[in-house]
T-cell receptor, first 114, second 117 residues
């Protein structure tokens, strides 16, 4: 069965500082990996995704993530956070099949201090 | 990009009544839609998979008679919470897969917050 672990429940970072959110997955084959962001009371917005190819993927809003198969990780990074990056971040893994179910991590809340 | 719209965004109802939430794909056809429930400060819990023209597939522990799902067209799925009770209060989110894309990407609605008094 597939599963996703986000070890950090809450991260506080200063505006302008770098940010890294951890994600580890368990899956029996090559996964599809996603990072979504959720602002309070809103749905989820896709930041970036990895299907194959270059293991360093670029996303929207200046985010990037690196797929490391040996570590079963897909960590999200941003070099310099903005106050608007305060939100909930979810890592998700999905199968390469027709059901397209995603398994979500528990989420990491990011707080940005001035 | 693909847009998924949910309606209503917020609904308050009395205990015992039924509430319908709509999930629409605005600019693409969605053969598959998913319904999730999210409790405060928690992740998304998949409730069911809605397939156009067929019965929904419910996850273990989700009462199909309580949460009725209908996917009558390629752009609309509805979730009806029947005989709602306060414990059904939650944030419900839908997502949809674009039948024209052979990727694992899902597009999410804005969510619907249900409060049962």
């Amino acid at each position: 069965a597939q599963s996703v672990t986000q070890p950090d429940i809450h991260i506080t970072v200063s505006e302008g500082a770098s940010l890294e959110l951890r994600c580890n997955y368990s899956y029996g084959a090559t996964p599809y990996l996603f990072w979504y962001v959720q602002s309070p009371g809103q749905g989820l917005q896709l930041l970036l995704k990895y299907f194959s190819g270059d293991t360093l993927v670029q996303g929207i809003k200046g985010f990037e993530a690196e797929f490391k198969r040996s570590q079963s990780s897909f960590n999200l990074r941003k070099p310099s956070v903005h106050w608007s990056d305060a939100a909930e971040y979810f890592c998700a893994v999905g199968p390469i099949s027709n059901d397209y179910k995603l398994s979500f991590g528990a989420g990491t809340t990011v707080t940005v201090r001035a | 990009g693909a847009v998924v719209s949910q309606h209503p965004s917020r609904v308050i109802c009395k205990s015992g009544t039924s509430v319908k939430i709509e999930c629409r794909s605005l600019d693409f056809q969605a053969t598959t839609m998913f319904w999730y429930r999210q409790f405060p400060k928690q992740s998304l819990m998949l409730m069911a998979t809605s397939n156009e023209g067929s019965k929904a597939t419910y996850e273990q522990g989700v009462e199909k008679d309580k949460f009725l799902i209908n996917h009558a067209s390629l752009t609309l799925s509805t979730l009806t919470v029947t005989s709602a009770h306060p414990e059904d209060s939650s944030f419900y989110i839908c997502s949809a897969r674009d039948r024209g894309l052979n990727t694992g990407e899902l597009f999410f609605g804005e969510g619907s917050r249900l409060t049962v008094l």
